[in-house]
C-alpha cells in the first residue's frame, strides 16, 4: 500500500493569498513530482525532483515553487493564488512504479 | 514529451475486449500504465522496460515495442470495474521526468 500523503484535500482560498500544498512520503523515494489535473482532465507535470536540493520545472507553466530539503517531503507554494490556479494537485513519488497521492482540490475565489 | 494516446474515448459492452495505444516520438526506456477512477487518484496498474516485453494484470496485458517506441493495453473480457480513464506514462533514461498522455475513458456498461 502507497504511503503518501498530501494536505489538505481540500482548499478554498481568496486571491493574491499564499498557499502551501504539503506531500509526505515514507517510502524513502527518491523521485517526487507534482500534476495539476482538471477533472477528467489529463496530467500536467509542474514541478518534479530526483532528490535532495534537486528540483525542476515541468512542462506547463506555472507560478508555483517547489523545495526538496528532505527526501520525504516535497511542499509546493503559490505566492499569490489567483482563480486560474483553481485545479486538482495531485503528489506521486517513485522507485520505478509512481504511487500516488489523495490530491489537493484547490479553488481561488 | 508527450505520449499520444488513442482512442480519447471508448465504450465497450461487459465481455468485449478493447485495446487502447501509446506512442511516442523520443525513444523511450519504459511505459507505465495507470487507471483512475472518477474522484480517485491514478493507480499503477504495470511497467514495461525491455523491447517487445508484455505482461499481465488479471485480464489485462500490454506490450512495448521499443523500436517502434509503441505500447498497446489489452483489456479482455472487460468488466464493470474497468471503467475509468486509462493514462500511459513515459520516461526516458537517466534523469527525464514521468510524464503521461492525455489518457483514454474507458466505459463498460452492463
Known amino acids: 500500500e502507497a504511503d503518501i500523503y498530501q494536505t489538505p484535500r481540500y482548499l478554498v482560498i481568496g486571491t493574491g493569498k499564499k498557499i502551501t500544498l504539503e506531500c509526505s512520503q515514507t517510502?524513502?523515494?527518491?523521485?517526487m513530482y507534482w500534476y495539476q489535473q482538471d477533472p477528467g482532465m489529463e496530467l500536467h507535470l509542474i514541478h518534479y525532483s530526483y532528490g535532495v536540493n534537486s528540483t525542476e520545472k515541468g512542462d506547463l507553466s506555472s507560478e508555483s515553487t517547489v523545495s526538496r530539503i528532505r527526501t520525504e517531503h516535497f511542499p509546493l507554494t503559490l505566492e499569490s493564488a489567483r482563480p486560474s490556479h483553481t485545479s486538482q494537485y495531485l503528489c506521486a513519488s517513485s522507485d520505478r512504479k509512481a504511487f500516488f497521492g489523495q490530491g489537493t482540490r484547490l479553488t481561488v475565489v | 514529451q508527450q505520449p499520444v494516446q488513442s482512442p480519447q474515448a471508448v465504450i465497450l459492452r461487459e465481455g468485449e475486449d478493447a485495446v487502447i495505444n501509446c506512442s511516442s516520438s523520443k525513444a523511450l526506456y519504459s511505459v507505465h500504465w495507470y487507471r483512475q477512477k472518477h474522484g480517485e487518484a491514478p493507480v499503477f496498474l504495470m511497467i514495461?522496460?525491455?523491447?517487445?516485453e508484455q505482461k499481465g494484470h488479471d485480464k489485462i496485458s500490454a506490450s512495448f515495442n521499443e523500436k517502434k517506441q509503441q505500447s498497446s493495453l489489452y483489456l479482455t473480457a472487460s468488466q464493470l470495474s474497468y471503467s475509468g480513464t486509462y493514462f500511459c506514462g513515459t520516461d526516458g533514461s537517466g534523469n527525464t521526468p514521468l510524464v503521461f498522455g492525455k489518457g483514454t475513458r474507458l466505459s463498460v456498461i452492463a
Open positions: 514495461l522496460l525491455k523491447g517487445g
Open positions: 517510502m524513502g523515494h527518491d523521485k
